[in-house]
């Protein structure tokens, strides 16, 4: 049993000295060593990116009317559920809403999140 092993590791030592064997490891090694550097300058910068447009978007709500504009729009549309004129239309408008697709739904708390989302979470930090 025991000259059994030691011919598989001498037969394990030639495979491990033979320069086909040698090469394709240290294309492979070098292959892996490349991919880790790669990833590593992607994620640089990624992080960059998105520090610069994060400081640029800041930088843009500050002196943004979006927020008050959003908040106009939905109060108009909850007063005029309240005014009879408009009752009619308000009821037909949410049975049409009925029929919209889900992708719709997300389109817009996307919109209200996003503008409501940063300043609120801003103004909350602000205060404490």
Known sequence: MERWQGSRMIHLLKLINNPLTQLITQKVVG???NKIEKDKIIKAK????VKTVSVEQIRQQESSYKDEWLV??????????????????MLRG???LEYA????WIIILTIVGASFGVN?????????
Not at 46 to 49: L, P, S
Not at 120 to 128: A, L, P, W
């Open 101 to 104: 697709s889900d992708y719709f």
């Open 120 to 128: 609120t979470v801003k103004k909350f930090k602000g205060n404490k």
């Open 31 to 33: 292959g892996i060593k």
């Open 46 to 49: 990624e992080i960059e990116a």
């Open 94 to 96: 949410w049975e049409i």
């Open 72 to 89: 106009v729009v939905f109060s108009l549309i909850f007063l005029a559920h309240f005014v009879p004129a408009f009752q009619e239309s």
